[in-house]
């Protein structure tokens, strides 16, 4: 390889590193906060409906962006089947249970379960793909986990795990697979060589038609609550905690691999935690402190890990 050459493939590295970093603090941050921006979704509306509505919002949204770039809309016949299965699994059902886990148990205690779906990762990966992940990558996701249980333990030691807060553990755990799920259709859809933002617009419009469906099926009510709050929460929900963030994520996930890209999910709660700090009055102890150094740690590892 020539000077040249090299020098172009080390500027474009440079670049794509900086991509990588960017969609990896956005996406944090972004996942961060919209912990506290569902807490006003919840009350009034039932949580399938909101659910419904802001992957409604999310698919125009994205259709319109495709549109206003000039890309294609249309997919094949596996390309849809992919998008479908990353609708249903993630969109619908992931978060339709983080919703409802989120009316029984603290956001806290879900973060920690949700801190395991890179973990998850590796083995719906090495399941589905054959894909045999680095043992540094192992241990980077069980850093995260670590470090996010340390972040979380004094809401965790002082939660009364009654029926209903075992409930909720058990809704998200079932959202965490529901979204490894998810990762798995979208890597099938990323083979078939789907484009990110049209497939992801699909993929949120099939999400949204299962729980209308759904809805229409069990009889909900389709009621809207007209406040500020209600109307702003749905729409950083959709536009920042959705469109953006998972057209972040999608690409960085096609860089740098789907366990790496759900290392996010341990990097979302210590902004949670300073979001809560700052609104709800949280205070943050050694402990927490402690998890934040081993999530960051967790995610550098993982960063370093090769590619399956």
Known sequence: MSAENTGVAAASARATQWLDLTAIVFCTLAWGTTWYAITFQLGVVDPVISVTYRF?????????????RGESLKLTRAQHAAALGVGVSTFAINYTLVYWAEERVTSAVVAVVFAAMAFMNLIGFRIAFGQRAPALAWGAASLGIAGVALLSWEEIAGANFGTR????????????????????YARRGEIAGATVAASTGWAMAYGAGTLALFALATGRAWVFEPTWAYTLSLFYLAAIGSVIAFLLYYGLARRRGYATASYISALAPPVAMTVSALFEDKVWGLFALGGVVLVIAGQFLLLRAKRA
């Not at 553990?169 to 799920?181: E, K, R, S």
């Open 56 to 68: 409604t919002l999310a698919a125009a949204l994205l259709f319109a962006w495709c549109l206003l």
């Open 165 to 184: 807060a075992l409930i909720g553990l058990g809704l998200t755990f079932l959202g965490v697979i529901g979204a490894v799920v998810g990762n798995i």
